[in-house]
């Protein structure tokens, strides 16, 4: 049975006085998930310390939203995973299709820093995901394919045991509108192929395959129902912890 994974990815929102309010919230929202479940909140970077204390015994682990590819040196404005790991965080999101369109970030760089994330301990969420063009030039399959070979290169199947993908339309994300379950399952099966293909379908059965776009309480059991979908990466709706409860409660193994 593969983990369920339900990631909340809170961007740049909330600061450390909303941070100390948001996880007091969720700690009493959800005391605890259910077995076969997890959750890690992914807040900004000026907030994890903070988080890691308020999150000791609680059910949430916590996660960062980027890191660097290096292990330290002059590069302004970044951040190591031996940092967020020094302040408790147990995963990172990388690639996620903010940091490709706004920063550059290539599958190559991605790859880069989630061999660095594994070395280090971390478990890496890598984003994958087509646009709305390449969705209506119906090259989706194609997209998903290379990028899933690029952010994986090189990794070994030990590695891969630690490994998240997340499946997030771009033209899905922030916009309220949702993939449907079925258009989430046949991109799922397809990366589940895909990995199957770089690696066998024993490893490829135990990925968990998180899906982010949209999602929120009244279609999160819809899309977590299906086969290949293996949880979610929350954006808009992990920002109130009511709204992120209900979407861990509609989270089965
Ligand atoms: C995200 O940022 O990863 C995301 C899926 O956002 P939203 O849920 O707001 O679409």
Redesign the pocket.
Known sequence: MRTMIIAG?W?MYKDVAETRDLITALKAAVPSVPAGVESIICPPFTSLALAGELLKGSAFQLGGQNMSQHDEGAYTGEVSGKMLKAVGCDAVILG?S?RRQYYGETNELVNLKARKALALGLRPII?VGETLEEREKDITAQVITTQVKGVLSGLTPQDMAKVVI?Y?PVW????GKVASPAQAQEVHQLIRKQVAGQYDWALAEKLTIQY????KPDNAAEILAQNDVDGA??????LKADSFAAIIKAARP
């Open positions: 990815n961007k996620h903010e984003c997340a997030e899905a994300i922030g916009t982010g776009g949209s999602v990466l929350v954006g808009g709706a992990c």
